[in-house]
């Protein structure tokens, strides 16, 4: 062994007998996979037997990995207690905002978002000789993009770096063989937990939403399990909103000697570790946690867990750009990890507070967060990596493209990412074989997302982008105290709380109020109070991020830094997507034109554009739950590079006539408008376009000729449906009709003046072939045909499969062949006419009409109309429109 370090006695657990399989598999492997149950001490003893492995070199570390603060704490305290040392010596933590590390320590217990951080710096992570990813179920976004980044270094820059991935539920075969990577399994639990589900018929009875139902089973069951049951009990649920629901419900109902605590991952951290310690001696504990006491830790004395079977996960929505939070069943493999905290130390109890029958319809595991998260952060720390498509990366799970796709747009838009080249130029690149430049990765759109100096400064800070942007653009702008408060204070959960636990309105939306009690210390409005402990955590981010800044401190309670920055403008910063314009006292439109509820007046009743820094609701009825308003100058000022002046013409259907006005935009935003008194020709005839378009054809001057010109034009396309002759009905002509009518409203103002235009030239100047084609037409499809009479009868198009001559059959005597158009191709449908003009025959065959159907005809009408010829042998008499008398026959 390379240097001294002798492992301590190891308590009694599970995974000591799974040691000898993996200190195998990691002496000849680079990644290797541990399985191992709850209960099983991975977390307790796996750091300190690699930390006496062969392959770590004295000075190099062991990072452990954990997905909460309050884990990486716990587990940092009890391995230092185990080599019987402070935490800070060899053992050490480093979280946000907090660390206990030495030059002496050799295992760091970090939390997953501090990796990415490291890797940044040290792409090779030259003094570490293995990460270990705790709890690597859980599949945090940041532990996914850490387990790539540490995948990509290994791959390049460390090949005997160890990579260890331990999971409690995780499908370990597979992840194994995706690795690839051997894989150790340890036994489970060390002492029985019984199992008990909700009766059916109780569960018919409660209400369906989850508060409501949790607000009627749980104090029950918390009483019924003390009385029932020794040792402390552990109560799961979703949200903080719900534990404290459930204190204010248990109340003084504990029996004597029973202490109650929260235990979430906002109360600071003496509360926290008051809910872990052991209870004292003669007392009990009931722990109200949220998932954070899912993993890693074990809470001493817990002999019953009550589990209220939902989660609070965060769901981003690609399509809005919305994250909201959302109650949802627990997953199968999260509600044994809550059960196994029953039975770490004893014999214990799970009260499961669904069905059995519902447990075997919840989902087997919770979706991986980086399915359902934003990844703006994510991209930009792999721009930094110098990735620029994600799948050149190795992923479980890939991130979705249209999230990537979104998180690139949004980075652009802050500057945090630049487009480095476009596909042309990149393409011939590609294509040039001297090209050596090691730095240029093509994604498959033959782009590259690089980072800026911005972007490489946002994420230094440790903040989501936005945040980031805001800390940094603001301090430029002179408002650094307040644009790092509001930072926090948007970090973090709201402050602000009614002053009665049970009001049940929603907090006022206001931003500045915030920034007031936290100038202040005191609630901003009569019926407010202030969560003390979200303070004092919004202060210490604050005061963090002012110095990660290299700024003169600057105290978070002068309320007039505070209180008279621009806090409208400084939210614009961070969700510069959420500017809006108030469209009714109740309505605002945002900059990208959806709409979202806010009752304006709960702000400022006389304000016309906020900024929106938080949305709740749903992604069809989002309503705005905290905002600023913002003044048009500052609107101007900070975004003048998005708005633009153009000159919008509309047809005013109301007026009847085209009118012009100049606007200021800045997306769906309208920031000024004035009349033009002569508005751009082009535009009034894009107007008027628009307008037949949307109110259709039959607005315009539809006379017989125009109408059968188009359907002569339609027959021709059905006959030959090539480019020579294209499509002429309605739908083809509305869709085309800028290109076909435009130029012929060069002029014109009004309806009016439109309805007098013919559309004959028109329909005739869409034509592709000129006055050559429309020769081709009347020859083709003739307006009319010549008939033995002399007559000209119009021809009817309006069945282009079937064009109609309409005659009197009395002045086709002695035609014997069926006209036809299309150079004789179609023959003519003929409606041959009575002389009163009404229909007395239909066909195609005017031969065979003349041998037998004639003579039918002949004996019905010879009588009504005696006055007309009706010959015996009509093949050979005149043609006539005349009677007999005027053509001088009896």
């Not at 501090?114 to 293995?130: F, G, K, N, S, W």
């Not at 690597?136 to 532990?143: D, I």
């Amino acid at each position: 062994m390379p240097h001294s370090f002798r492992l301590p006695p190891l308590p009694d657990l599970p995974i000591v007998a799974a040691l000898p399989a993996l200190r195998e598999a990691l002496a000849t492997h680079p990644r290797v996979v541990l399985e191992a149950p709850p209960g099983a001490g991975k977390t307790t003893v796996v750091p300190l037997e690699l930390l006496a492995a062969a392959w770590r070199a004295p000075e190099q570390k062991i990072l452990v990995l954990e997905p909460r603060q309050l884990a990486a704490r716990a587990a940092a305290a009890r391995l230092a207690q185990l080599l019987g040392e402070p935490v800070g010596r060899t053992v050490g933590y480093r979280v946000r905002l907090d660390s206990q590390v030495s030059a002496a320590t050799r295992i760091e217990v970090i939390t997953e978002g501090i990796l990415t951080r490291m890797l940044q710096d040290d792409p090779a992570l030259e003094d570490v000789a293995c990460v270990v990813f705790d709890e690597f179920h859980e599949r945090s976004l940041n532990a996914d993009l850490g387990l790539a980044l540490a995948l990509d270094a290994q791959a390049v820059l460390r090949p005997e770096l160890r990579i260890l991935l331990m999971s409690a539920t995780l499908e370990a075969q597979r992840l194994g063989q995706w690795l690839p990577a051997p894989v150790v399994s340890s036994a489970g639990f060390l002492f029985p937990i019984d199992t008990h589900y909700l009766d059916p018929r109780r569960a018919g009875a409660l209400p369906t939403k989850p508060s409501e139902r949790l607000a009627e089973l749980v104090p029950a069951q918390v009483r019924a399990a003390l009385a029932a049951h020794p040792g402390d009990v552990l109560v799961f649920l979703p949200g903080v909103a719900d534990l404290q629901r459930i204190d204010r419900k248990l109340g003084d109902s504990l029996p004597p000697a029973t202490d109650l605590h929260l235990l979430h991952g906002e109360l600071p951290l003496e509360a926290q570790q008051a809910a872990l310690r052991p209870a004292a001696a003669g007392r009990r504990k009931v722990i109200l946690a949220t998932s954070i006491a899912e993993t890693s830790l074990t809470i001493e004395g817990v002999r019953v867990v009550i589990d209220g079977g939902f989660a609070r996960v965060p769901r981003f929505v690609a399509r809005t750009g919305f994250t909201t939070l959302e109650t949802v069943p627990v997953a199968q493999a999260a509600a044994d990890q809550r059960r196994g905290r029953a039975g770490r130390l004893a014999p214990g109890t799970c009260y499961r507070l669904w069905t059995e029958a519902e447990h075997y319809q919840l989902p087997a595991h919770r979706p991986p967060e980086i399915h359902t998260a934003d990844l703006s952060g994510l991209v930009l720390e792999l721009a930094l990596w110098g990735t620029h498509d994600p799948s050149s990366l190795r992923w479980l799970d890939a991130p979705p493209a249209a999230a990537v796709a979104q998180a690139r747009e949004l980075l652009l838009r802050l500057g945090a990412l630049e487009i480095k080249n476009d596909k042309l130029k990149v393409k011939n690149e590609l294509l040039d074989s001297t090209t050596t430049d090691n730095q240029l990765i093509f994604n498959s759109e033959f782009l590259i997302f690089n980072s800026t100096a911005h972007g490489r400064q946002l994420a230094k800070l440790g903040l989501p982008p936005r945040l980031g942007h805001l800390v940094v653009r603001g301090t430029a702008l002179g408002h650094g105290a307040a644009a790092t408060a509001l930072a926090a204070l948007l970090a973090e959960r709201d402050l602000l709380r009614w002053a009665t636990p049970h009001d049940p309105r929603p907090l006022p939306p206001d931003l500045r109020l915030r920034l007031e009690a936290l100038a202040s210390g005191r609630p901003p409005l009569a019926g407010l109070a202030l969560h003390h402990a979200t303070l004092q955590r919004v202060r210490d981010v604050a005061r963090h991020l002012h110095g990660r800044l290299g700024q003169a401190r600057t105290t978070t309670a002068d309320a007039a830094v505070l209180t008279q920055a621009p806090v409208g403008l400084l939210a614009a910063l961070a969700y510069p997507d959420r500017l809006a314009q108030r469209e009714a006292p109740d309505r605002l439109r945002l900059v990208t034109g959806q709409r979202v509820s806010l009752r304006t007046e709960d702000v400022d009743p006389q304000a016309r554009f906020f900024a929106v820094a938080y949305l709740a609701g749903t992604a069809a009825a989002p309503r705005a739950t905290l905002a600023a308003p913002i003044d048009l100058e500052e609107l101007e000022a900070g975004f003048a590079e998005q708005i633009s002046t153009t000159e919008e013409v509309r047809y005013d259907a109301t007026a009847q006539r085209v009118v012009g006005r100049r606007v200021r935009r800045l997306g769906a935003l309208l920031l000024a408008e004035s009349v033009i008194g002569q508005p751009d020709a082009a535009l009034v005839a894009q107007a008027l376009t628009s307008y037949l378009q949307e109110s259709g054809l039959g607005k315009l001057n539809w006379t017989a000729g125009a109408r059968q010109l188009q359907q002569r034009l339609a027959f021709l396309h059905q006959l030959q449906s090539d480019a020579q002759w294209p499509a002429f009905d309605d739908e083809a002509l509305l869709a085309d009709l800028p290109a076909w009518l435009g130029p012929h409203l060069a002029g014109l103002k009004s309806l009016d003046q439109v309805q007098r235009l013919d559309l004959t030239e028109p329909l005739l100047a869409r034509l592709p072939g000129g006055w050559a084609q429309r020769q081709e037409l009347d020859r083709l499809a003739p307006a009319a045909l010549e008939v033995p009479s002399g007559s000209h009868i119009t021809l009817d198009y309006s069945d282009p499969a079937a064009p109609v001559l309409a005659v009197k059959l009395q002045e086709l005597f002695g035609l014997t062949e069926t006209p036809a158009v299309a150079a004789g191709r179609v023959p003519l449908l003929l409606h041959l006419l009575s002389p009163g003009g009404r229909p007395a025959q239909v066909t195609r065959d005017l031969r065979s009409f003349w041998e037998k159907g004639y003579f039918e005809v002949r004996k019905d009408l010879k009588g009504k109309y005696p006055r007309h010829p009706w010959p015996d042998k009509p093949m050979e008499h005149i043609p006539t429109r005349l009677t007999k008398r005027r053509l001088g026959t009896s």
